[in-house]
């Protein structure tokens, strides 16, 4: 599965760095999270708050993610969150979703997480951390380095998985598109619809391809395009396509507008 052994911490090789100050926030805070849901969820996290700057009813789960991450991150400068929108100071913006996913977390299915990208002064985005909650993997890069993957609670970091004999892509919000759904069935794409775009970008290199189609958010995309450096990347106003194949992206792409034409 492109198994590399670890290398040595990232932290310990720059420990001075800004950016992997900003990295281990990212980690203590998912940490932070985790621990708290280790042991189940706290009845009051299924409670269903006020609709949150992304447009979606934020849940008290939600809520409790994201200040966990503004105590860690908004020293390092203002917070754009998908529930509470813009929150601090300071010239570097913070993108955050504080649960991705956060449907499948209230239904107890494993598959969310946490997504955090940062944007420097310059308007750039020069760090990206993305966890899966459910198993503790997390995926990081900054400075346009290549992205390294690890798991919580543990310093080791190591190149990501890379899967060479995909079988399966990720169709994130399949079930609006029966069509395309059809479409990718006739010419043999498999897929699986799991409900965590972010995760599923993170995860774009062990898959055959990541799909999205509809309207999309900063908060959603922002940490996951960040990780798919080096792959084939199609990003239009109404849909995203991810492949480590130039050919199976062009396919999908092509699907797409031919069901348009129709």
Same mark, same amino acid.
Request: proline share 5%.
């Given at each position: 599965?492109?198994?590399?052994?670890? +290398?040595?911490? +990232?932290?310990?090789?720059?420990?001075?760095?800004? +950016?992997?100050?900003?990295?281990e926030a990212c980690i203590h805070a998912n940490e932070e999270i985790a621990s708290a849901i280790r042991n189940g969820f706290d009845t009051s996290w299924y409670e269903k708050t006020e609709r949150g700057a992304g447009g979606d009813i934020s849940s008290r789960l939600d809520l409790f993610a994201e200040a966990v991450f503004f105590k860690h991150l908004s020293p390092f400068g203002h917070i754009e969150s998908e529930e509470s929108g813009v929150m601090g100071e300071g010239d570097v913006k913070i993108i955050i979703d504080p649960i991705d996913g956060s449907s499948n977390a209230l239904s107890l299915f494993p598959y969310y997480g946490t997504s955090v990208a940062r944007v420097n002064a310059d308007g750039i985005l020069d760090a990206a951390v993305v966890c899966n909650l459910a198993n503790g993997d997390i995926f990081i890069t900054s400075d346009g380095n290549d992205a390294l993957q690890g798991k919580l609670f543990s310093s080791d970091f190591y190149p990501r998985h890379v899967s060479p004999a995909s079988e399966i892509g990720l169709f994130e919000k399949a079930y609006a598109h029966p069509l395309l759904v059809a479409a990718l069935d006739r010419v043999g794409f498999k897929f699986r619809a799991p409900g965590a775009i972010a995760l599923s970008l993170a995860y774009a290199h062990t898959v055959e391809y990541v799909l999205f189609v509809g309207p999309f958010r900063i908060y959603d995309f922002a940490a996951g395009l960040a990780l798919c450096e080096g792959l084939e990347v199609i990003v239009e106003a109404d849909y995203v396509i991810v492949s480590k194949q130039k050919d199976v992206a062009e396919k999908i792409e092509k699907l797409i507008k031919e069901l348009r034409e129709e």
């Amino acid at each position: 599965m492109g198994f590399s052994p670890p +290398l040595p911490t +990232l932290f310990s090789i720059q420990k001075e760095s800004p +950016l992997n100050k900003f990295i281990e926030a990212c980690i203590h805070a998912n940490e932070e999270i985790a621990s708290a849901i280790r042991n189940g969820f706290d009845t009051s996290w299924y409670e269903k708050t006020e609709r949150g700057a992304g447009g979606d009813i934020s849940s008290r789960l939600d809520l409790f993610a994201e200040a966990v991450f503004f105590k860690h991150l908004s020293p390092f400068g203002h917070i754009e969150s998908e529930e509470s929108g813009v929150m601090g100071e300071g010239d570097v913006k913070i993108i955050i979703d504080p649960i991705d996913g956060s449907s499948n977390a209230l239904s107890l299915f494993p598959y969310y997480g946490t997504s955090v990208a940062r944007v420097n002064a310059d308007g750039i985005l020069d760090a990206a951390v993305v966890c899966n909650l459910a198993n503790g993997d997390i995926f990081i890069t900054s400075d346009g380095n290549d992205a390294l993957q690890g798991k919580l609670f543990s310093s080791d970091f190591y190149p990501r998985h890379v899967s060479p004999a995909s079988e399966i892509g990720l169709f994130e919000k399949a079930y609006a598109h029966p069509l395309l759904v059809a479409a990718l069935d006739r010419v043999g794409f498999k897929f699986r619809a799991p409900g965590a775009i972010a995760l599923s970008l993170a995860y774009a290199h062990t898959v055959e391809y990541v799909l999205f189609v509809g309207p999309f958010r900063i908060y959603d995309f922002a940490a996951g395009l960040a990780l798919c450096e080096g792959l084939e990347v199609i990003v239009e106003a109404d849909y995203v396509i991810v492949s480590k194949q130039k050919d199976v992206a062009e396919k999908i792409e092509k699907l797409i507008k031919e069901l348009r034409e129709e």
